[in-house]
C-alpha cells in the first residue's frame, strides 16, 4: 500500500537554494528534549542564510553549462579499494508502520557500500529518477531537468563483487536528516567503504520519497504531521532505533538478503547520523548494544542521554555558529551523561548542509555558495573526522587527531565545555 505523491506546500523553502536543496530538512531546529520546544524555530528544508545563498548573477539552470559531462558528480573516495553497492528491500513483518498504521507491516529501502575486488562495471544511480522528480517538484524548482539529481554521477560499481574475509569488515550505520533521502550521505559512504567498512543507509520510509521494488513510491507522510513538538520527535526517534535494530538483525543473522553479509563483525557496529539521524545515533544506542559507537553529525540531540548515564563513545560534530556550547541545549544537556569518551567538536564556517552530499552538489550547479568553507572542503573534513573516529573506535587504531587543535584543519575546534571555548 503505498501513497502516490501529492504536491506539499507545508515547512517549503522558496528560493533557489531551497529549491534544490528540497531534501534538506534542518532538523537542528528541532525541539530541544529537556528545555521543551523551540519556538524561535521550526523544521524546514531551508539551510541557514548566512553564506549559502543563490548565485544572483545567472539562473540556477546555468550552472549546469559548466558540469563535466552535464551532470553533478560526488568527489573521489580516498581510501586505496574500489567501491560496490547494492540495494535491499527489508520488510518487518513484527510491527505495523508507526507513520501509516493500515500497512501492517514496516518496510524499508537501504543502500549498502562495501570494499569491491575490482573497479569494473556500472557506477550505481544516486537516486531513480523518479525520485529525483518527485523531490525536485516538491522545491518548485522550475528550471533545472527534473531528473536532474538522478544523474547525478557516483563511485560505486552496482553489485560488485565484495573484498574481504568472513567478519573482516566493521559495519557503520548511516542516518539521514528528516526528509532526506538515504541517498544524501553517499559520498561519506562511499569515501568509509575504500576504507574498509561496510557501510549501510536506512531509507526511514514515510519520512521522505522512496521508490520501491515494482514502481511503487511511499511519500514523506510525516511531513503532515502539524504539530511538531517532542511527541512528534520522541516517535522520530523511536521509529529510527526500531529501523536500526531491524537492518542490523537482518545484516547479521544467517541467510541473510545480502548473500555477502558473512563479511561483516557483528562485534564492530557503529553509526552515524546527520541532523536528526544525529539524534537517533543516541536513540539506537540506547535500544541496542550492538552499536558500539556514535557520531551526532549537527543535530539537536531530541533523544536524551539518560542520567544513568551512556558510556560507549561517542562524538558531537557540528557547526561552530549553532552547536558551540551554550548554542544548543541538548549538547549542553547529554553531555555530562555520556560516560565514556567523547569529544565535542565543531567546524568553523560550517552549515548545516555542509556536512552532506547537498552543499557540494549545489556548488556545482551554481546555486549554492559558501565562501568561508568551501564544500570541498567542508566534505574532505566531514570524511576525515568521521573516519579517524571509527577507526579508533571500531578498529583500535589511535587517532591523535580527535584529541586537539591540526594545523591541516583548522577551521576544526575541540570545545572545553565547562569553559564554554572551542579552540
Known amino acids: 500500500m503505498g501513497h502516490v505523491i501529492a504536491r506539499r506546500t507545508t515547512h517549503r523553502g522558496a528560493t533557489a537554494v531551497a529549491a534544490l536543496l528540497a531534501f534538506v530538512a534542518a532538523t537542528s531546529c528541532a525541539p530541544a528534549s529537556a528545555a521543551g520546544p523551540d519556538r524561535s524555530a521550526s523544521p524546514s528544508r531551508t539551510p541557514s542564510s548566512t553564506s549559502a545563498r543563490p548565485d ?74 523518479k525520485e529525483s522528480e518527485l523531490l525536485m517538484k516538491d522545491g518548485e524548482i522550475t528550471d533545472l531537468p527534473l531528473d536532474l539529481l538522478s544523474k547525478t554521477r557516483t563511485n560505486a560499481i ?31 559512504a562511499e569515501d568509509l567503504a575504500s576504507r574498509g567498512y561496510a557501510v549501510v543507509s536506512i531509507g526511514h520510509t514515510y519520512e521522505t520519497e522512496t521508490s520501491f521494488p515494482g514502481g511503487r513510491i511511499t511519500t514523506c507522510v510525516a511531513c503532515e504531521v502539524k504539530k511538531k513538538d517532542q511527541t512528534f520527535w520522541d516517535k522520530v526517534g523511536a521509529t529510527r532505533a526500531a529501523d536500526v535494530s531491524f537492518v542490523l538483525d537482518e545484516l547479521t543473522r544467517a541467510h541473510s538478503k545480502w548473500k555477502s553479509a558473512e563479511l561483516i563483525d557483528p562485534a564492530r557496529i557503529a553509526m552515524a547520523g546527520h541532523s536528526a539521524g544525529g539524534a537517533s545515533a543516541v536513540g539506537a544506542m540506547l535500544k541496542d548494544s550492538r552499536v558500539r559507537a556514535g557520531i551526532d553529525i549537527d543535530g539537536t540531540a531530541f533523544v536524551p542521554v539518560p542520567e544513568s548515564g551512556l558510556s560507549r563513545p561517542f562524538l558531537f560534530l557540528g557547526t561552530q555558529a549553532k552547536h558551540s556550547p551554550g548554542g544548543d541545549v541538548t549538547w549542553d544537556k547529554a553531555w555530562p551523561n555520556l560516560t565514556g569518551w567523547k569529544r565535542w567538536l565543531v567546524v568553523a564556517g560550517a552549515e548545516h548542509v ?22 570541498a572542503r567542508s566534505m574532505e ?33 575541540l570545545c572545553d565545555v565547562e569553559q564554554k571555548t572551542c579552540a
Open 158 to 188: 552496482t553489485d560488485a563483487k565484495p573484498a574481504g574475509q568472513r567478519r573482516s569488515l566493521p559495519l557503520v550505520v548511516l542516518s539521514t536528516g528528516f526528509t532526506e533521502p538515504r541517498s544524501s550521505l553517499t559520498a561519506l
Open 56 to 129: 544572483s548573477a545567472r539562473p540556477a539552470a546555468a550552472g549546469l553549462a559548466s558540469l563535466r559531462n552535464g551532470a553533478p558528480y560526488l568527489p573521489k573516495p580516498t581510501g586505496s579499494q574500489p567501491v560496490g553497492t547494492t540495494s535491499l528491500y527489508l520488510k518487518d513483518t513484527s510491527r505495523a508502520d508507526p507513520w501509516v498504521p493500515s500497512v501492517k507491516a514496516r518496510e524499508l529501502m537501504v543502500s549498502l557500500w562495501y570494499p569491491a575486488k575490482s573497479r569494473g562495471g556500472k557506477t550505481a544511480p544516486y537516486m531513480t529518477a
Open 381 to 413: 573534513i566531514t570524511r576525515t573526522y568521521v573516519a579517524a573516529f571509527f577507526d579508533q573506535h571500531l578498529r583500535g587504531k589511535p587517532q591523535p587527531l580527535l584529541n586537539g587543535p591540526s594545523s591541516r584543519f583548522p577551521a576544526v575546534k
Open 354 to 375: 555542509s556536512f552532506t552530499d547537498i552543499a557540494v552538489l549545489g556548488e556545482q550547479i551554481g546555486i549554492y555558495r559558501n565562501t568561508t568553507l568551501p564544500p
